[in-house]
């Protein structure tokens, strides 16, 4: 399913382990009742040491993720008390450096959270990731930050026209809508108008 919303995502989550050997998370679209999707990657041993002591609840990690708005910061510059002791529990399991990532839009939250046993992230890494993480949340929750214009063009390709016939319904040139169309690809990663198309119906963009 959410393959069809961010092309190659399962992909995507493989390649995670080369630059989160120790671990990752990642959840999209987090409400009280919690994410609507979620993924890990952390050791099994980890998750439910986590999940049944409920570390949740004092995790400084994850209460930075849920306190700001957007960006990402590595856990060793995060300053939230951590009462229980949540990082020296992660430790044992050679979970020891890390990169937390946030993002809001509208009411609920996404996140990322990266973790290595060997070193720091580099900031190259860093920025890699937060680039990857920006764009799934956009396809899943932002519309892809598709604008009105890609939108009309999409709709016009999902209805059966061609690039001709969509420059003339929408009163524009045929390189306008070539371009348009270019970046809404762009934007959801999409490498044929049929992959753009479905992704664009599959998320009710369109």
């Known amino acids: 399913m959410i393959d069809d919303l961010i092309p190659n995502f399962s992909r995507e989550l493989e390649d995670l382990n080369a630059i989160a050997p120790a671990g990752w998370a990642v959840g999209f679209n987090y409400r009280w009742t919690g994410p609507e999707h979620l993924f890990t990657g952390y050791p099994q041993t980890w998750r439910d040491e986590y ?3 409920n570390y ?8 930075w993720m849920m306190s700001k708005n957007s960006g990402h910061t590595r856990w060793s510059a995060i300053r939230t008390p951590d009462l229980r002791g949540v990082m020296e529990k992660a430790r044992r399991h050679n979970i020891n450096y890390g990169v937390a990532y946030t993002r809001r839009v ?4 996404s996140f990322l959270s990266v973790a290595r046993a060997d070193r720091e992230l580099t900031d190259e890494e860093i920025l890699t990731y937060d680039a990857k993480f920006n764009v799934w949340v956009d396809l899943l929750l932002n519309r892809a930050a598709l ?3 890609e939108l009309q063009v999409l709709s016009c390709f999902r209805n059966g026209l061609g690039q001709t016939e969509t420059a003339e319904a929408l009163g524009v040139s045929a390189a306008t809508v070539k371009q348009r169309f270019m970046k809404a690809c762009a934007k959801l990663n999409a490498s044929t108008r049929t992959q753009a198309v479905a992704i664009a119906v599959a998320r009710n963009y369109i």
Do not use: F, R, W
């Not at 949740?56 to 209460?63: E, F, H, K, N, Q």
């Open 51 to 53: 999940e049944g002591n």
């Open 56 to 63: 949740a609840i004092g995790d400084p990690v994850l209460l």
């Open 106 to 109: 509208g009411l609920t939250k």
């Open 147 to 149: 604008t009105p214009g």
